[in-house]
């Protein structure tokens, strides 16, 4: 069965600096995957998605996130974040073919003036 | 354009009543899913939707969750004789078909048994 980790359930970080969300997943075949990000008082919305190809992804913000394959990972990246990238982050994963996505439980990123 | 609503955005309701939550995808969108979300945790896919017929509710716990999609539009999902358990955030999202489409994700309901 498919299952996603992130590392890290909160992460706080002053404005303009780098950050990184961790991604593990487990799969037992070849995978989609996906970053979600929920402003607060908002729905869920797509940041970026890998399908195949590159293995770097990038995505809507400034955002981008690479899947490494060996240590079935994809974690994102931002090289200075800003007061509004405040949001809860979810890595998701679905296999091939398949519609249903599993998620993961989500970080909370923080960003301090 | 308009996004995926799902009506009520609140619910409050005694154990053991039954209720409805509804959902209105984004228009053309084949593609309708289901999630729970409980506090802290991420959403768990409960039950999706091609057109009129569920593909999968592998997800759904229990035999008291029900969904319908009647006219491939508009989807209700139903729970019966409600626990406590079931509180959470219950998420709607649509897409086109497809491996690669986004899902498009509602607010949400969110659901309190008392």
Do not use: M
């Amino acid at each position: 069965a498919q299952s996603v980790t992130q590392l890290d359930s909160q992460v706080p970080v002053f404005e303009e600096a780098p950050v990184e969300l961790r991604c593990n997943y487990s799969s037992s075949v070849s995978v989609y995957l996906f970053w979600y990000v929920q402003y607060p008082n908002q729905g869920l919305q797509l940041l970026l998605k890998y399908l195949s190809g590159s293995t770097l992804v990038k995505g809507i913000n400034g955002f981008e996130a690479e899947f490494n394959k060996s240590q079935t990972s994809f974690h994102l990246r931002k090289p200075s974040v800003h007061i509004s990238d405040t949001a809860e982050y979810f890595c998701a994963v679905s296999d091939w073919g398949a519609q249903k996505l599993v998620f993961g439980q989500g970080t909370r990123l923080t960003i301090n003036p | 354009g308009a996004g995926v609503s799902q009506t009520p955005s609140n619910k409050v309701t005694e154990k053991g009543k039954y209720v409805e939550l509804r959902c209105d995808p984004i228009s053309g969108h084949t593609a309708l899913y289901w999630y729970r979300q409980s506090l802290g945790q991420g959403p768990e896919f409960l039950i999706y939707f091609q057109g009129t017929g569920a593909a999968d509710d592998s997800g759904l716990p229990n035999d008291r969750f029900f969904a319908v999609r009647p006219e491939g539009s508009v989807s209700t999902l139903k729970i019966q004789r409600t626990e406590r358990g079931d509180s959470a955030v219950y998420l709607c999202a649509s897409s086109l078909w497809g491996y690669n489409s986004p899902l498009h994700f509602g607010n949400g309901t969110r659901l309190t048994v008392t």
